[in-house]
């Protein structure tokens, strides 16, 4: 157990898999009976619809080993919701929320020992991809389709500390098409990856915070927040990007803190400005990330420091408000948790 764990703390986020999934599959028009089967047990024609249309949306939530041995699910009736809705923006077959929760529950519960220790959790990511063998189907969904739940030990993602991030904020292009940002889909990573390593190559920027127009929207993976004295601002929740959990549970926490929360439009100036003031800070939310300090925006070849340039207090206070909850070290007032 000690040596696994050590494996999965020093292996790189998301490439240890255990060894078994569940899966069902969506045939004539009907689920089938999940099933757990091994994870490297599926096979796909080369035609099918995933591999050629991008029929494909996926979730990332995570399980939480407690001090009393428990294993709790962290909000998984909103990633539930999210998959279902994905699936729905891409025209796959409708998944079942009660089906997929149970899927994710009996997966979870069938290596519970596997769990990692905080700072560690298992991540779970459920799948769903169309199956249909059509290549002439570039314009019609998929008749059949495959949704499994895969899950991946991951240790201490701040291993090392968490240095506070640059990004680059890109102001032409978009992460993805404007109608795509609320999907989980693929094809929207496959979309940022050369502006992200554009940036990394020419800035070192470790993310791009994409900014179309000079509307802050995300970047290639997690949500952006600014926080300014009392008050944290994100951008109101439209199609163009990921409702992120996270942001959603971080957002939720500052208001039980007393902080204000503004949901609206910021644009690069306003940001900008905002950021060159003593005491503001920047973060970005995601299941993998948590709440991660970001010290520097570069815009039109200048640098910008967010106050200090250092990681705030409020953003540790609120990471750590929900790593409590995640923990178990704190009470979890808005039910959050899912004990298996
Ligand atoms: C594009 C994008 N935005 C935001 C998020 C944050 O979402 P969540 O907090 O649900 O993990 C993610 C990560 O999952 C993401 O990929």
């Not at 809705?85 to 997966?107: E, N, R, V, W, Y």
């Not at 769903?128 to 993602?157: N, Q």
């Not at 973060?283 to 070849?301: F, H, K, N, R, Y």
Request: glycine content about 10%; aromatic content about 6%.
């Amino acid at each position: 157990m000690k040596d696994k764990q050590q494996e999965t703390t020093m292996a790189a986020f998301g490439s240890v898999f255990m060894p078994q999934m569940a899966l069902t599959r969506f045939e004539q028009g009907a689920w089938s009976t999940p099933q757990i089967v091994a994870a490297d047990s599926i096979s796909l024609h080369p035609g099918a619809h995933v591999l050629h249309y991008a029929s494909t949306c996926f979730e990332g939530l995570k399980a939480f080993k407690h001090s009393d041995g428990s294993i709790n699910l962290f909000r998984m009736e909103k990633n539930v919701a999210r998959l279902i809705q994905s699936s729905k923006l891409l025209s796959l077959p409708q998944p079942d929320a009660a089906t997929l929760s149970q899927m994710i529950i009996d997966i979870v519960s069938q290596y519970a020992g596997d769990v990692p220790e905080p700072p560690g959790s298992m991540y779970i990511r459920p799948t769903h991809i169309g199956t249909e063998a059509a290549i002439g189907k570039a314009a019609a969904p998929t008749a059949s389709s495959m949704l499994y739940v895969l899950l991946s030990p991951v240790g201490d993602y701040f291993a090392g500390g968490s240095k506070p991030l640059r990004l680059l904020l890109e102001q032409n292009g978009a992460r993805c098409a404007a109608h795509m940002g609320m999907v989980k889909s693929g094809g929207n990573y496959a979309s940022a990856l050369q502006p992200i390593l554009k940036a990394r190559a020419s800035v070192q920027a470790d993310q791009v915070l994409f900014c179309p127009g000079g509307d802050v929207q995300e970047t290639g993976a997690a949500n952006f927040m600014l926080i300014d004295g009392n008050e944290i601002i994100t951008k109101a929740l439209d199609s163009s990007f990921l409702h992120g959990v996270t942001r959603d549970s971080v957002l939720t926490l500052a208001r039980d803190m007393g902080m204000t929360v503004s949901e609206r439009e910021l644009s690069v100036s306003e940001l900008l400005e905002r950021a060159a003031k003593p005491g503001a800070e920047a973060a970005l939310s995601g299941t993998a990330a948590v709440l991660t300090p970001v010290g520097t925006l570069i815009a039109d070849g200048m640098e910008h420091k967010v106050g200090s340039g250092e990681a705030g207090p409020a953003t540790l206070k609120l990471r750590q408000a929900l790593n409590d909850i995640q923990w178990g070290r704190a009470e979890d007032k808005h039910g959050w948790l899912t004990r298996i």
